[in-house]
T-cell receptor
Framework: GQQVMQIPQYQHVQEGEDFTTYCNSS?????IQWYKQRPGGHPVFLIQ?????EVKKQKRLTFQFGEAKKNSSLHITATQTTDVGTYFC??????????????FGTGTLLAVQP | NAGVTQTPKFQVLKTGQSMTLQCAQD?????MYWYRQDPGMGLRLIYY???????DKGEVPNGYNVSRLNKREFSLRLESAAPSQTSVYFC??????????????FGPGTRLTVT
């Protein structure tokens, strides 16, 4: 079945260091979404990428969608303690020509040491 | 605007007991979802409802039932709880399907322990 994997599972950085998480899908995606979940919280939507090779930025966060639309990455420049949490990518699950469902990646837990 | 609300926030059940998790959204969304989250497993879809009056199975439906009561409310029922159902349960809603690019809005979650 369709799978979405993320690496690494866990990353510990010193505040001010950069961080990158990678997302890989077993199938081509029509779009990819990124969510952030703070410890003890719920997932919150960050951004959606649709076009092949698309790059979007949100302040210190840079999101990229691969040319083949099967992979994506999230890069955080100069991490802060507020960046702590688990980052998930998610893509549509196609079933019978249409989809309402998302399949979530396994997530990357980011710990930031002050 | 409360967004997506879930009750209860915490629950402890004994094996074999039943319970219903409630979810409501006030964003006039068509689609609603139930996920469970276990350590290291990410979010797994239990059931979803693409629109009022329809429900469909997700990745891990066994042991659960759902009801889309109306456009606002989507409940998840555990008929006979098992320790393997110890998890954090999230309800989510979206304006439309993921394939059409709609993002999902999540509730605060229910932390369920089955002993």
């Amino acid at each position: 079945g369709q799978q979405v994997m993320q690496i690494p599972q866990y990353q510990h950085v010193q505040e001010g260091e950069d961080f990158t998480t990678y997302c890989n899908s077993s199938t081509t995606l029509s779009n990819i979404q990124w969510y952030k979940q703070r410890p003890g919280g719920h997932p919150v939507f960050l951004i959606q990428l649709v076009k092949s090779g698309e790059v979007k930025k949100q302040k210190r966060l840079t999101f990229q969608f691969g040319e083949a639309k099967k992979n994506s990455s999230l890069h955080i420049t100069a991490t802060q303690t507020t960046d702590v949490g688990t980052y998930f990518c998610a893509g549509p699950v196609w079933y019978g020509g249409a989809t309402n469902k998302l399949i979530f990646g396994t997530g990357t837990l980011l710990a930031v040491q002050p | 605007n409360a967004g997506v609300t879930q009750t209860p926030k915490f629950q402890v059940l004994k094996t074999g007991q039943s319970m219903t998790l409630q979810c409501a959204q006030d964003m006039n969304h068509n689609s609603m979802y139930w996920y469970r989250q276990d350590p290291g497993m990410g979010l797994r879809l239990i059931y979803y409802s693409a629109s009022e009056g329809t429900t469909d199975k997700g990745e891990v439906p066994n042991g659960y039932n759902v009801s889309r009561l109306n456009k606002r409310e989507f409940s998840l029922r555990l008929e006979s709880a098992a320790p393997s159902q110890t998890s954090v349960y999230f309800c989510a809603s979206s304006g439309g399907g993921a394939g059409q690019g709609y993002e999902q809005y999540f509730g605060p979650g229910t932390r369920l322990t089955v002993t």
